[in-house]
């Protein structure tokens, strides 16, 4: 939890500590999923995210600690993650394969989005590619194009995905957690399933958007729910004031 800490200097130890505790608890969530996956309970077809995260028949304990630590999470990660907006970023990768980097993803560092250099994927075009899998952490996407791309089960940790396309992409199963998409166009895009900590959607396009089964802490569910853009039917079912 180092760089955690390194990231949120004026957070109290006590606050840390918390934190660690739920990204403990949400890669306890993460790596029993697949096995709760037969269990889980699907919202009716055409009816988006569950208001009660939909891990239902799990163990009560556990459903509570991964609701609680969820929430905690998103509420630290709101404190922090977005420091990101006002980061000041390199001059674009001149290197011509630069875009081609995202097929094998950034593997150094994952989650604390910690590499030797940055994944830079801005203003490329990665229409209808197929990203499956990969850990993009620290990427940025700022003003490029992404539409239809397949993100089913990406890590997107600490990506600055601002003002880009991704239309009708698909998100199902994939972890964004501190991703900013603020004023991007998300029309059509798919979150199934998708774990959301601490990211941004302010001024985004989310027409036609699905959460069915996504799980959403307390916090990013504020944020989400502020977004006018967002279905109507996906904002009856979240709950949404």
Known sequence: CAPLHGNLPRMSTS???????ALLLLAAFLSSRSADRPMVRSAPRGVAASRSLRILPCA????????????LLGSIASQGAFAATGRKFPPIDPNPNRCE??????????ANAVSDKELDLRLCNLNKRNLVGKTLSGGLFQGGTFDETDFTEA???KAYAAKASFKSADFTNSVLDRVVFDESDLTG???????????????????????????I??????????????????????GCA
């Open 101 to 110: 980097l995202a097929i094998d993803g950034n593997n150094i560092g994952q």
């Open 155 to 157: 890590v997107m940790s």
């Open 15 to 21: 606050t840390i500590a918390s934190g660690c505790l």
């Open 217 to 238: 802490g307390q916090q990013d569910l504020k944020r989400l729910c502020a977004n006018p853009t967002l279905p109507a039917e996906v904002r009856e079912d979240l």
């Open 189 to 215: 895009a798919k979150f199934t399933n998708a774990v959301i900590t601490g990211a941004s959607f302010d001024g985004a396009n989310l027409s036609d958007t699905t959460w069915e089964d996504a799980v």
């Open 60 to 71: 009560k304990g556990r459903r509570q600690a991964v609701a609680g630590g969820l929430s």
